[in-house]
């Protein structure tokens, strides 16, 4: 399909304008809102470093405006929630809905709803976090349709949704089951993925609290030794006092970089997105001649909190720059420059560097003067405008 028109997309770097914008009053708890062609969503600056990943969530709220143009606004509240988290696991592996503790012990109670009354979980919910567990269920519902049927299989419910059918009779029409034996396959599902994680839940709080207390004596063997049976009872829990960041503080108290790279990459890999911790890995990767790997994970930071991080674009635009990935490096540090570096004219040389390798000569003597402007007596930069100046003689 084809949209009719552009997508306005308005970002708000403070969260309780994005609220009053959707809902006319402060206090919304979501991170974005569709409204057919038009999007409102918190900025990285909204909320705390690692709260939540703009990328994923924009792109969540691109599934909404499609899904609804394409139906004409006829689909159930469960249905395209559930698209649109099933379309960032799509996206991205890393972008994937995780288990949650609230999801998990959702589970766990046998709280999760029935397919035809699961609009109720997000409208008129029971229980504090129903609205959380409800967006978890929806997109998993998506991701086990894919799985058994098909991923065509979504786009004809859609459609079937369109024609305004209930619930039950797109699953009976599309799926070739009823309702009731579509929630038995599912659920059945669910306990084989989950139910273990689910009914040692409590098990695991118990030993991660113990494993947090070991870090912060520093404990670091005990850690290192308890750690890992206590990450494998719950692997998806990346949020604060993660067994990732616990196992990772003991390696580096040990001086073991290799093993807290490569615990830190399992964090990262599973869906972790403290830009702290990714930022780390990145330093690690990069000091192992990693080039390549550092800048695809700063890359991820970069869809998760971005905003005026002089040390990420520097170190990032370095990386790509190394690559030869001029595009990119010039990208970077752009934004190192609109940063407001301590060091400015260090950081317009390097726009100049990399506009120069690009083949950008008149942007790369631009930004060479910039620099020479704050500091006239800036060696590589004097040398760089002299080497531009004999490049443009010669090609005269």
């Not at 709220?61 to 606004?73: C, D, G, K, Q, Y």
């Not at 299989?153 to 024609?163: E, I, P, Q, R, V």
């Not at 990145?282 to 971005?306: D, H, K, M, W």
């Amino acid at each position: 399909m084809k949209l009719a028109g552009p997508v306005q997309v308005e970002v708000y770097p403070n969260h309780e304008d994005f609220a009053v914008r959707t809902t006319g009053m402060p206090g919304l708890g979501a991170l974005g809102v569709t409204f057919g062609e038009v999007i409102a969503m918190d900025s990285p600056s909204a909320r705390r470093p690692g709260d939540f990943n703009w990328g994923a969530t924009l792109w969540h709220e691109m599934s909404h405006v499609f899904i609804l143009t394409a139906t004409n606004h006829r689909v159930p509240r469960w249905f395209t929630e559930g698209l649109a988290v099933h379309e960032e696991g799509e996206r991205s592996a890393e972008w994937s809905d995780r288990l949650t503790p609230e999801v998990l012990v959702a589970i766990r109670d046998k709280k999760l709803l029935p397919v035809s009354k699961l609009d109720r979980g997000f409208v008129y919910p029971e229980y504090p976090a129903q609205v959380v567990v409800s967006y978890f269920q929806a997109g998993s519902i998506c991701d086990f349709v894919k799985g058994k049927w098909g991923e065509e299989k979504l786009l004809d419910m859609a459609h079937s949704y369109a024609k305004l059918q209930t619930t039950p009779q797109v699953i009976q029409q599309n799926l070739g089951v009823s309702a009731e034996d579509f929630d038995k396959q599912y659920f059945a599902w669910i306990e084989q993925k989950y139910g273990d994680e689910a009914a040692h839940f409590n098990e695991w709080r118990d030993k991660l609290k113990a494993l947090v207390v070991a870090s912060q004596q520093k404990q670091y063997d005990t850690v290192l030794q308890q750690g890992p049976a206590v990450l494998k009872m719950y692997p998806q829990y990346v949020d604060e006092a993660n067994v990732y960041e616990l196992i990772a503080d003991a390696d580096k108290a040990r001086g073991d970089a290799k093993s807290e790279a490569a615990m830190l990459t399992a964090y990262e890999q599973m869906g972790g997105q403290m830009p702290a911790l990714l930022q780390r890995l990145a330093t690690l990767e990069q000091a192992a001649g990693q080039n390549s790997e550092a800048a695809a994970t700063l890359q991820r930071v970069i869809y998760i909190y971005p905003l005026k991080n002089e040390e990420l674009h520097h170190q990032l635009g370095d990386l790509l720059y190394a690559e030869k990935q001029y595009d990119g490096a010039i990208r970077e540090y752009h934004a190192q420059v609109a940063s407001n570096p301590v060091d400015k004219a260090g950081a317009q040389f390097n726009l100049a560097q990399a506009y120069y390798a690009a083949g950008q000569k008149d942007k790369a003597q631009e930004s060479v003067l910039a620099a020479l402007e704050t500091a006239p007596g800036y060696r590589p930069a004097q040398k760089l405008l002299l080497e531009l100046q004999r490049s443009s003689a010669k090609s005269n």
